[in-house]
């Protein structure tokens, strides 16, 4: 099993960044494909960004395309993602996952088994 928790999130002002970083623990996850999604309130959780085990592909979603980057270091099992330009519509719970061995949709929550309990980013206008 893998325990993932999320750090990095706060309130910062529109156009800013922020990084944010994914610990994990327990079971090693240089394995895994990892995924990065938001949810804000009265919305269904969004996917954001994804990178493959090697760190070699990455994917990400259309509104957050060209601003984001994800990123990992398997030797500190650790996932980022750098968030720059925040707009207002960025503000969510930011989760980290990893993607189910047998994951193929990578842009679906389904596809994921572990999942940190998430961190809060706000961004001000």
């Known amino acids: 099993q893998v325990q993932l928790v999320e750090s990095g999130g706060g309130l910062v002002q529109a156009g800013g960044s922020l990084r944010l970083s994914c610990a994990a623990s327990?079971?090693?996850?240089?394995?895994?494909?990892m995924g990065w999604f938001r949810q804000a309130p009265g919305k269904e959780r969004e996917f954001v960004a994804y990178?493959?085990?090697?760190?070699?592909?990455?994917y990400y979603g259309d509104s957050v395309k060209g601003r984001f980057t994800i990123s990992r270091d398997n030797a500190k099992d650790a996932v980022y993602l750098q968030m720059n330009s925040l707009k207002p519509e960025d503000t969510a719970v930011y989760y980290c996952?990893?993607?189910?061995?047998?994951?193929?949709?990578?842009?679906?929550?389904?596809?994921?088994?572990?999942w940190g309990p998430g961190t809060q980013v706000t961004v001000s206008s």
């Open positions: 990178i493959t085990w090697s760190g070699g592909n990455t």
């Open positions: 327990g079971r090693t996850f240089s394995g895994y494909a």
């Open positions: 996952a990893t993607q189910r061995p047998t994951g193929w949709r990578y842009n679906l929550p389904s596809d994921y088994n572990y």
